[in-house]
């Protein structure tokens, strides 16, 4: 079985493939600070149920990335397979500056190149929200980064006196008539609308319409906003892109 760990700068996402089906799938929090041998206890214990004879990790958090990697080596008895810029990356990151581009946008682009029509957008609503553009050859082509919608609550409640702290829900109406409601309207129907009007101009740019697919905890929530709907929700498309980076880089062992 192939593990893939997505480790982002809020979650680490874990996912458990059984061949091509996704057995399985686990979050905890991205921990800096915690030691090498509780993340190996973590994994055990996530992982009990399961046979892992591959892993394979992503991960933006620098800080993590070596930890994430030991610790599967140690718990499984293998070696895990770290995707950075200098993997076979299937597709070509057509990038002013390539490196910079976060392993798990990586593993989007290529999720939606082998999965999906192109030209497609990756809308992935994570930390932070982003999209990731595939064009019509089948090059990464570049996004958007925007702040996600807990990163706008956290911002708001930070750096205002009198604006509580909330968490992500349903926005009963655009006009909120008490702070709560006004708070979820702005951040939530304000993050539906920028979406929608983003793919507008990145299609404009594209030269023509695109495939449209939503990934991250909040898609189906945003999606209730939007005149146009996303043609898919794929909640494990990164999981899905790593196993099949997975399988690029090392074809022997899936």
């Known amino acids: ?25 686990f979050r905890m929090a991205s921990d800096k ?17 399961f046979d892992i004879t591959d892993c394979i990790i992503a991960s933006v958090v620098e800080e993590l990335s070596q930890v994430l990697k030991k610790a599967a080596d140690k718990v499984f008895g293998i070696e895990s397979f770290l995707l950075t810029n200098n993997s076979d990356l299937g597709v070509k ?26 030209p497609a957008i990756v809308v992935d609503l994570g930390s932070a929200t982003t999209f990731d553009i595939i064009n019509e050859k089948g090059n990464f082509i570049g996004g958007v ?19 509580p702290r909330i968490e992500a829900g349903i926005s009963e109406k655009a ?9 979820l309207s702005g951040v939530i129907r304000g993050s539906a609308s920028a979406i929608e009007g983003l793919i507008n101009q990145c299609e404009k740019e594209l030269g023509k319409k695109a495939y449209i697919v939503a ?10 906003y939007m005149t146009r709907k996303f043609d898919s929700v794929n909640p494990s498309l990164t999981l899905e892109g790593l196993k099949q980076l997975y399988k690029l880089n090392q074809p022997v062992h899936v």
Not at 1 to 21: C, H, K, P, Y
Not at 215 to 224: E, H, K
């Open 1 to 25: 079985m192939l593990l893939a760990i997505d480790i982002g700068n809020t979650n680490i996402t874990l996912g458990v493939f059984d061949g091509e089906s996704l057995a399985d799938t």
């Open 33 to 49: 600070e915690l030691p090498q041998y509780e993340y190996e206890v973590l994994l055990e214990r996530l992982c009990k149920n």
């Open 93 to 118: 990151v057509d990038l002013l500056k390539p490196e910079e581009v976060g392993a798990d946008r990586i593993a989007n682009a290529y999720g939606a190149y082998v999965t999906y029509p192109k």
């Open 145 to 163: 980064i925007m702040p996600g919608l807990n990163m706008q609550f956290r911002s708001l409640n930070r750096n205002t006196s009198k604006l």
């Open 175 to 183: 006009i909120g008539n008490c702070t709560e409601a006004a708070l």
């Open 215 to 224: 990934t991250g905890g909040y898609s189906g929530l945003i999606s209730q």
